[in-house]
């Protein structure tokens, strides 16, 4: 006599590997002065600022975004607030009030499930863009 199998078998584990994050290869900022005030949220609270610091990201890849986004740390400092502008090329937004350590160095993250924590630590400092350019 067979015995019946309605395919209800526990299924073999997989192995959960992370998904990577790439590897930062610039980090160039800026302060800029926006027309359209630009809406940040911290701690709950909603507020709008003209004076912005946007950090323009170079990347090895692409973040794989799935329910989450990516996080840019400057020292302690997460920004969270980007959007993608290219293939690997993404900028940070932050409030123009922000104070970010100067010699810090930075990280990337995910932001999207609880505090943003820095995952991949680098070598590389934030540099500010001058008047002249770079």
Do not use: C
């Not at 701690?43 to 990347?59: H, K, L, P, R, W």
């Not at 940070?92 to 924590?117: I, N, V, W």
């Amino acid at each position: 006599m067979t015995l019946p199998n309605d395919g209800a078998a526990r299924e073999p584990s997989r192995e959960e590997k992370p998904i990577s994050l790439p590897k930062l290869k610039t980090a160039i900022a800026s302060r800029v002065r926006q027309e359209k005030p630009r809406r940040f949220v911290t701690q709950g609270s909603e507020y709008f600022e003209t004076d912005v610091i946007e950090i323009d990201v170079e990347t090895d890849g692409d973040f794989a975004i799935a329910g989450t986004g990516p996080a840019l740390f400057v020292g302690e400092v997460p920004i969270v607030d980007s959007e993608k502008l290219g293939p690997h090329r993404y900028r940070f937004f932050a409030p123009g009030s922000t104070t970010l350590p100067e010699d810090a160095r930075l990280a990337l993250g995910r932001a999207g499930s609880g505090a943003p924590q820095p995952e991949q630590k680098t070598k590389l400092r934030l540099q500010w863009k001058t008047a002249a350019g770079r």
